[in-house]
């Protein structure tokens, strides 16, 4: 049996840090950014996409509402995976 909160709360922690990593590694190394994103999504053309500035507002907003959709996703993974688990 997974205790579903603080499983849920050590994924958001990483998802965190992740986020914060992209974000870096955007504004460090862009054409590989870019060139790894590309890999990601299959056939969508990214190269007509123009990149943008990161605002605070932006980066606070995203890093927030990434965090909080790893938790809520693992949070419920978990809750259904110990239903699961008991069957």
Same mark, same amino acid.
């Given at each position: ?19 914060? /990593?992209?974000?870096? &590694? ?7 950014? %870019?060139?790894?994103?590309? *890999? #990601? ?10 990149? /943008?500035?990161?605002? &605070? ?7 927030? %509402?990434?965090?909080?959709? *790893? #938790? ?16």
């Amino acid at each position: 049996m997974l205790k579903s909160v603080p499983f849920a709360n050590a994924v958001a922690i990483i998802s965190a840090v992740f986020f914060v /990593i992209c974000v870096a &590694l955007s504004y460090l190394l862009p054409d590989i950014t %870019s060139l790894l994103i590309q *890999s #990601w999504f299959h056939n969508l053309g990214l190269t007509q996409v123009k990149p /943008i500035q990161l605002s &605070l507002n932006s980066f606070a907003l995203g890093l927030i %509402s990434f965090t909080v959709v *790893s #938790w809520i996703t693992m949070y419920f993974t978990i809750v259904l995976y110990n239903r699961l688990a008991k069957k």
